[in-house]
């Protein structure tokens, strides 16, 4: 990821909120991240995540390079929520 990508969220339903993609080939996407886990494996770490679009459309020859893109938009939400320190975690448990 060489730089910030753009994107707008707000509040959906009562506990998520919407990413809306405000540039490049997805603009105008809007979707919603559900439950997403971080993968440990013997030398990396892999991003599991499920979405729905609610709004627009991804033409089936591009659903592969959509997913790659929603995963940097994530991978950059997390990175700023810990930067920020605003990451809100829940629904897991606490190994300690």
């Known amino acids: 990821m060489l730089h910030k990508?753009?994107?707008?969220?707000?509040?959906y339903?009562?506990?998520?909120?919407?990413?809306?993609?405000?540039?490049?080939?997805?603009a105008?996407?809007?979707y919603v991240?559900?439950?997403?886990?971080?993968i440990e494996g013997k030398d990396n770490l892999t991003l599991k995540y499920h979405?729905?679009?609610?709004?627009?459309k991804v033409e089936d020859s591009d659903v592969?390079?959509?997913?790659?893109?929603?995963?940097?938009?994530?991978?950059?939400m997390l990175s700023d929520g810990?930067?920020?320190n605003d990451l809100v975690y829940?629904?897991?448990?606490d190994a300690d």
């Open 5 to 11: 990508i753009q994107y707008e969220t707000e509040p």
């Open 13 to 26: 339903g009562t506990n998520q909120y919407s990413v809306t993609l405000t540039e490049g080939k997805f």
């Open 28 to 30: 105008g996407v809007k």
């Open 33 to 38: 991240l559900g439950k997403t886990e971080l």
């Open 51 to 56: 979405y729905d679009i609610i709004e627009s």
């Open 64 to 76: 592969k390079e959509f997913e790659t893109f929603i995963g940097d938009v994530l991978m950059q």
């Open 82 to 84: 810990v930067k920020n």
């Open 90 to 93: 829940s629904g897991g448990v």
